[in-house]
């Protein structure tokens, strides 16, 4: 029990750090990648991250990957006339200069099929693929089933 | 000055026009419109996780914070969910007060994947309610709220569901005071609770 409580502190302590790794490749930068820990591995589990493009022309996010899910696609939330709905979303615009959120409440991964549960504190890889930026992967830390999002110093939440 | 047949059909047509209008702000000012409407008591009846029957009179004198969602739901309803368990922790002592509702509107798939475990992830005070089609129908009818089932290949079974996702919160009596659209920070809702309290 007392190992438990350590660990489960060590976890808290530690995750705010652990999800704000920041991955730059070329122009476009990639953070605050988090998810949200799941009960059992049946429901699909979300991604979140922020995307800056720093170049001079725009870009698209058109596919996510990762070992922890066979099916993840993007999603977009969409409140409209008070009815939230969720279609796909074949690509995501990130326009020259602009940061575009992956957030609560907006776009979102969705992973199905996952391969395993998500527990706090886990971590997996997930590649994003841009039209023109091409593959870029970054480390998405588990936050707990009620984190609103990571604790991190930049603003990209 | 002499009108015309047709000149009469006119404005006979914009009198009528008037009165239907005037009869329709009449209406439309009693009808839920989402904000402080006139009162009117939503009611249910649906199974909790254990089976056993709820309804709003099980809850008398409590303040009930209800949210219709699904528990396959990867984004909307864990946001609107850890609000409401941050609410309940925030309220302290004066939580007992309050009991959130989460009822399924995809209440087959939600009994089949676990209602308790979803709703005690995160929060031991939400209480998940998955009736029939007809009952969850009927509560959501009450509620004046709307859901339906979208067929989505890129969705896990084929299918989503889109909803009304505001929290909706009933007085201790039963009385509809008012919602909480989709996004309300917590501490909002915090304070709008508290000064009831």
Not at chain 1, 11 to 24: D, F, G, I, M, R
Not at chain 1, 32 to 59: H, L
Not at chain 2, 87 to 98: F, P, R
Not at chain 2, 154 to 179: E, F, K, V
Request: glycine share 8%.
């Amino acid at each position: 029990m007392k190992i438990t409580v350590f660990t489960a502190l060590i976890l808290t302590l530690a995750s705010p750090t652990l999800a704000c790794e920041t991955v730059t490749s070329g122009e476009m930068t990639i953070e605050n990648a988090w998810s949200r820990a799941t009960i059992g591995a049946n429901r699909p589990a979300v991604f979140y991250v922020a995307i800056t493009n720093a170049g001079s022309s725009g870009d698209a996010l058109i596919g996510i990957a990762t070992p922890a899910a066979s099916m993840p696609m993007l999603h977009q939330t969409v409140v409209t006339e008070d009815i939230a709905s969720m279609p796909h979303a074949m690509s995501i615009p990130i326009a020259a200069g602009q940061s575009v959120q992956l957030a609560p409440g907006g776009y979102h991964g969705m992973l199905m099929g996952l391969t395993e549960a998500l527990k706090v504190g886990d971590n997996f890889p997930m590649t994003l693929t841009f039209q023109n930026a091409g593959d870029i992967t970054i480390n998405v830390e588990v936050l707990s089933i009620r984190a609103e999002g990571p604790d991190c110093e930049s603003d990209g939440q | 000055m002499r009108l015309t047949y047709l000149q009469k059909i006119l404005w006979a047509a914009a009198a009528l026009a008037s009165l239907a209008f005037g009869a329709w702000q009449f209406a439309g000012a009693r009808a839920p419109s989402g904000v402080d409407e006139a009162p009117f008591r939503p009611t249910f009846a649906l199974p909790d996780a254990e089976g056993q029957m709820r309804t709003p009179a099980d809850f008398a004198g409590k303040y009930l914070l209800v949210f219709f969602g699904f528990t396959n739901c990867p984004d909307v309803c864990p946001t609107t969910l850890a609000e409401v368990a941050q609410i309940m922790d925030d309220l302290g002592a004066q939580s007992v007060e309050v009991q959130p509702l989460f009822i399924s509107i995809d209440p087959e798939r939600d009994r089949a994947l676990g209602l308790a475990e979803f709703t005690a992830a995160f929060h031991p005070s939400i209480i998940g309610l998955a009736g029939e089609g007809a009952q969850t129908r009927a509560a959501a009818n009450s509620f004046h709220i709307f859901f339906e089932r979208e067929d989505d290949v890129t969705a896990p079974d084929g299918y989503s569901m889109s909803h009304s996702p505001a929290l909706y919160l009933i007085g201790p009596d039963g009385d509809w005071l008012r919602q909480f659209t989709y996004g309300t920070p917590a501490a909002e809702i915090l304070d709008d609770l508290q000064s009831r309290l």
